[in-house]
């Protein structure tokens, strides 16, 4: 059902209507939405807000990584943003590092998909890979812990 | 008015473009309805439509990109049509084809156009052989294939997804040993967004601009509705664009227009089609770069200085009906300009900001437009790309519209995470671009880019 009530028609109106009046700013609230429109320096804002309306909210799946304790004495391979983690560069490749290899500060160690943009993880320092945490094509959170590294 | 044909139109999309297509649906009688994804469930435009239909989880490979999943959502929605908007699967031939056989209309092109259009190398062929100049390159299904065509375009050059459009899988390589990495990589991407990771190796022309042409097509004629600029990208993603593109003389835009109709009349098209070229800077000189057989992100700007609703004319076309406008009725009025506000942490690299935007107080009042799905509140999910809204400008002059653009940037107000709107107000304030004409390096000699 269509439940917003104003087009950009209606808003444009809106803000006509108070330029040429005294006021500076109207906020209207609905049990469907909040509008503010307010005057900003020579020009004017919208603001449209509906996080009151009635809308049945969606449940996200958790994500399966999330931040954890790091054992003493090894470091942590943490995804630098959110997304989906892949540990070779394509389906079927192999992948960039296994566990027990050996890697420098500037080697790749997997890829974070985020926004369809493929994020090259890097390793931060080096090391040799004790343990990978992260399966293959899962979802991250920014900062989670992906690898371990013990020193080399 | 109402349309003999589309009465239920399905919308394949999310994001502003769903919401600008549900308000031109609504506007002309038809009910829109919109295939979401269960992360868009509570989205502005599934608010705004007035069905909603669930197409898959939120991965867009189950969702927005499955062509049975949307498919069987619009047979079950009993619609007519279905608008598939941009990216996505707006110019996938086999969707089109799909929707087809499923006996709905697909708001856009044939599949013919989509087949020539779509792999960037029959694009090449086809252009030149309806006179249009192109750049040197070549396709390469692998890196052996990527290294041989470098020999001939030589460095810099560009990676390009075939599938492609939009800058997506874009690379630029510099040097010879950068160029298995960088291949890796632009594959990935490529397979990632467009599900075929062929791509096309291409020389890269260093002081250029991107000028590009409306077209519109019913299959017996085509009309241009003018040009737009939009030289100002980074990575091959746009940040800026406006119309008409400024600052080209005369004779040399006007060969410009009449080389996208030449293209347009020659693949007969039907529907809205953007014709890109790369044009020299300097000289003027232009080559085809590619042409997008879809709606444009920019399109606004040519909607503000022609007073044409494009997603009308689609909906028209894709009905049946002839084109309404004969050329010498398109009148270009004024100058717009289109910047694109994005959940990016631009100081840190660009970098993807997912999250709520706690506050979005978008610009309003005269002159100023705003297509975006995302109010105060709103969520930008990480499973789909950072655009949140765009801000459109029109005035008069240009100059008049780069002011107006840099009032309307001091009022936006996004709060909750970081956007591109600071970003857009060094643009507006850069001398370079007060003065127009910039070309594609614009944005590496902004400070800090």
Known sequence: MTDLPLTPEDVADIVAILDGSGYDRIDVTTARFRLRVARDGEGWTQEWDFSAADVPAVAEPAPAAALETVPEGLTAVRSPLPGTFYRAPQPGAAPFVAEGDAVTADTVVGIVETMKLMNPVHAGAAGIVSAILAENAAPVENGAVLMHLAPA | ?449
């Open chain 2, 1 to 449: 008015m109402s349309l003999p044909r589309i009465r239920r139109l399905f919308i394949a999309n999310r994001g502003e473009i769903a919401l600008r297509i549900i308000r031109t649906a609504q506007k002309m009688g038809i009910t829109a309805i919109l295939g979401v994804s269960e992360a868009d469930r509570a989205s502005l435009p599934a608010r705004l439509a007035d069905e909603t239909v669930v197409i898959g989880p939120a991965p867009s490979v189950h969702s927005y990109l499955s062509i049975p999943a949307v498919i069987a959502a619009a047979q079950a929605a009993r619609a007519d049509a279905v608008h598939p908007g941009y990216g996505f699967l707006s110019e996938n031939a086999a969707f089109a084809r799909a929707v087809g056989d499923a006996g709905m209309i697909f708001v856009g092109p044939d599949v013919a156009s989509l087949e020539a259009m779509g792999d960037k190398l029959m694009a090449r062929r086809v252009s030149a052989a309806a006179g249009l100049p192109v750049v040197p390159g070549g396709e390469a299904e692998d890196t052996d294939a990527a290294r041989r065509v470098a020999e001939t375009t030589g460095y810099p050059l560009l990676l390009k997804a075939v599938s492609g459009g939009g800058g997506r899988g874009m690379k630029r390589v510099d040097r010879p040993e950068d160029l298995d990495s960088q291949i890796a990589m632009a594959m990935a991407e490529a397979e990632a967004a467009f599900g075929d990771p062929r791509l096309y190796v291409e020389r890269f022309i260093a002081r250029g601009r991107h000028v590009e042409v409306q077209i519109l097509g019913d299959g017996q004629r085509a009309i241009h509705l003018g040009t737009r600029d939009c030289s100002i990208q980074r990575r091959f993603q746009k940040l800026v664009e406006e119309a008409p593109a400024p600052n080209i003389p005369v004779d040399k835009h006007q060969a410009i227009l009449d080389a996208a109709v030449r293209l347009a009349t020659h693949l007969r098209y039907r529907g809205a089609g953007t014709v890109e070229f790369l044009v020299d800077a300097e000289r003027f000189d232009f080559y085809f770069l590619e042409m997008n057989a879809r709606i444009q992100v920019e399109h606004p700007v040519t909607e503000a200085v022609t007073g044409i609703d494009l997603i009308e004319q689609q909906l028209l076309i894709a009905d049946g009906q002839p084109l309404g406008i004969p050329q010498e009725m398109v009148r270009i009025a004024g100058h717009a300009i289109e910047v694109r506000i994005n959940a990016e942490d631009w100081r840190r690299d660009f970098r993807p900001s997912p999250g709520t935007a706690t506050v979005a107080a978008w610009p309003a009042g005269p002159g100023i437009r705003v297509d975006s799905h995302i109010a105060s509140g709103g969520v930008v999910p990480p499973h789909y790309d950072s655009l949140m809204g765009k801000l459109i400008v029109s005035a008069a002059t240009r100059g008049e519209a780069v002011a107006r653009l840099a009032g309307a940037l001091d009022g936006l107000r996004i709060e909750g995470l970081p956007s591109t709107a600071d970003l857009h107000r060094a643009i507006a304030a850069d001398p370079r671009f007060v003065a127009g004409g910039v070309d594609t390096r614009f944005f590496e000699g902004m400070a800090d880019g």
